[in-house]
């Protein structure tokens, strides 16, 4: 009897709660929670579909509109070397070679290939043709070749960036003269050259070893590669070592009190302020105050230091946090000091992270403009830098230069530019996932 008074109210109970967990009330419960979780997977996926779309359409337009600057058309003309306009004394003395008028030579051998061309207006459309860097690649040739002096050679020459542009397709032949950059008698000309063979699309080196220029067909990274390496390594060498330092002291040694407590809100504050501002302190500090060279690497490595710091800190004191205490208990039970426990099982435990996050900060600093446009990295730079207290121009600022000109021929060499810098970001990211991978240790 007993248990059966007990058996009764439990099922009973089993009953009730069957009851209501089969009844059409909990049924639509169930049903609107699996189309709920069902919504929110769709968002999900919609959110991912719409940024790669959003990504692959960016990517797309760069590489539809940059593309093209990896070639540049070229005009084949025979050119006499005469040595009345270059070597007038015959001692082929460098300086008089260099203060040859090279234009003379392109400009009388247009003239032998098109005799009808008399007039003046004619004259100068046809030399316009050619780049403006024409005549310094026969000085160069006649530099590093005298005796190529006297004799007459075929030499492809840079035609001019709205040749170069009618040759890819970008000018449309059936628009108004008026309305283009080539008349029509140019481009009469350009198809006479091109149905000899005279003109021909070719990989443009001088993209990726020339400096800046006027001119779109000459102008090249090299210079502002060469200036971004240069500030990378002064902030490199500035904000790991005093990162690494800072993080180990608020994280080891730092007595937790009110003080160490605002030094952390404010290194986390430091790393949402707008990089700009940072450009503004290195203008008043380093430029008003100490009086460094304007458009310097070295300027634009500490400006960029003092922005990396932050972040740099915040990584490596996460890295650090995560080493398991147990590896610092056992070392101090074997009688290390704090000093070398950190120094000698903390660090090296907590290194593959602090790499992550500096190769990170890097790759971020890499592709700031605005602190460094306002130290003035926008000067117009022919010459390659040799060193960090040269003038020099960094990669953003350079494609921020070449998006500012009107010309079309930029248009392609502006996201050729962005295409350089984004190999570069990959390229910094992808080592980061392989340290990372390479020396992860799991416990």
């Known amino acids: 009897?007993?248990?059966?008074?007990?058996?009764?109210?439990?099922?009973?109970?089993?009953?009730?709660?069957s009851g209501i967990h089969t009844s059409e009330a909990a049924k639509l419960r169930l049903k609107s929670r699996y189309s709920a979780e069902r919504r929110f997977k769709l968002y999900g996926i919609a959110a991912i579909v719409?940024?790669?779309?959003?990504?692959?359409?960016?990517?797309?337009?760069?590489?539809?509109?940059?593309?093209?600057?990896?070639?540049?058309?070229?005009?084949?003309?025979?050119?006499?070397?005469?040595?009345?306009?270059?070597?007038?004394?015959?001692?082929?003395?460098?300086?008089?070679l260099r203060r040859g008028d090279y234009a003379a030579l392109i400009r009388s051998s247009l003239s032998k290939q098109f005799p009808d061309v008399t007039?003046?207006?004619?004259?100068?459309?046809?030399?316009?043709?050619?780049?403006?860097?024409?005549?310094?690649?026969?000085?160069?040739?006649?530099?590093?070749?005298?005796?190529?002096?006297?004799?007459?050679r075929d030499v492809w020459l840079y035609a001019s960036s709205d040749v170069d542009m009618l040759n890819?397709?970008?000018?449309?032949?059936?628009?108004?003269?008026?309305?283009?950059?080539?008349?029509?008698?140019?481009?009469?000309?350009?198809?006479?050259?091109?149905?000899?063979?005279?003109?021909?699309?070719?990989?443009?080196?001088?993209?990726?070893?020339?400096?800046?220029?006027?001119?779109p067909e000459l102008v090249g990274v090299w210079g502002a590669v060469v200036g971004s390496f240069f500030t990378l390594m002064v902030c490199l060498s500035l904000s790991l070592p005093l990162g690494i330092m800072a993080a180990i002291y608020l994280e080891e040694f730092a007595p937790k009190n009110r003080f160490t407590e605002i030094i952390e809100v404010?290194?986390?504050?430091?790393?949402?302020?707008?990089?700009?501002?940072?450009?503004?302190?290195?203008?008043?500090?380093?430029?008003?105050?100490?009086?460094?060279?304007?458009?310097?690497?070295?300027?634009?490595?500490?400006?960029?230091?003092?922005?990396?710091?932050?972040?740099?800190?915040?990584?490596?004191?996460?890295?650090?946090?995560?080493?398991?205490?147990?590896?610092?208990?056992?070392?101090?039970?074997?009688?290390?000091?704090?000093?070398?426990t950190v120094l000698h099982h903390v660090l090296p435990l907590a290194m593959p992270g602090i790499l992550t996050g500096t190769i990170i900060a890097m790759a971020h600093a890499l592709g700031e403009t605005a602190p460094l446009l306002m130290i003035g990295m926008v000067a117009f730079l022919v010459d390659i830098p040799s060193g960090p207290l040269q003038a020099a121009t960094v990669l953003p600022v350079q494609v921020f230069m070449w998006a500012d000109s009107a010309e079309r021929g930029f248009v392609e060499k502006t996201s050729a530019g962005i295409m350089v810098l984004l190999v570069f970001l990959l390229a910094m990211n992808a080592l980061a996932i392989f340290l990372r991978k390479k020396f992860e240790r799991r416990w």
Do not use: C, H
């Not at 009897?1 to 709660?17: C, D, Q, V």
């Not at 309305?179 to 021909?200: G, N």
């Open 1 to 17: 009897m007993t248990e059966m008074a007990i058996g009764g109210p439990l099922e009973g109970e089993k009953r009730a709660a």
């Open 50 to 96: 719409f940024a790669l779309a959003a990504l692959a359409t960016l990517l797309f337009t760069i590489l539809g509109n940059g593309v093209t600057a990896f070639q540049q058309t070229f005009v084949r003309i025979p050119i006499s070397f005469e040595a009345e306009a270059i070597d007038t004394s015959g001692k082929r003395d460098i300086d008089e």
């Open 119 to 152: 007039d003046r207006l004619g004259q100068r459309q046809l030399f316009g043709m050619f780049s403006a860097g024409a005549p310094d690649q026969l000085r160069d040739m006649v530099l590093a070749e005298p005796g190529v002096i006297g004799q007459t």
């Open 168 to 215: 890819k397709g970008f000018i449309d032949r059936k628009t108004p003269e008026q309305s283009r950059r080539l008349s029509d008698r140019q481009i009469s000309w350009v198809d006479t050259l091109a149905s000899s063979k005279a003109i021909e699309k070719r990989f443009n080196a001088r993209f990726f070893t020339g400096g800046d220029s006027r001119e």
């Open 266 to 340: 404010n290194i986390n504050n430091l790393a949402a302020v707008p990089s700009i501002v940072y450009g503004l302190l290195g203008l008043a500090v380093f430029i008003g105050f100490f009086g460094f060279p304007r458009s310097a690497p070295m300027v634009g490595g500490l400006v960029l230091a003092l922005m990396s710091l932050p972040v740099m800190i915040i990584a490596s004191r996460a890295s650090i946090r995560a080493v398991p205490p147990s590896i610092r208990e056992a070392a101090l039970g074997l009688g290390a000091s704090k000093v070398q």
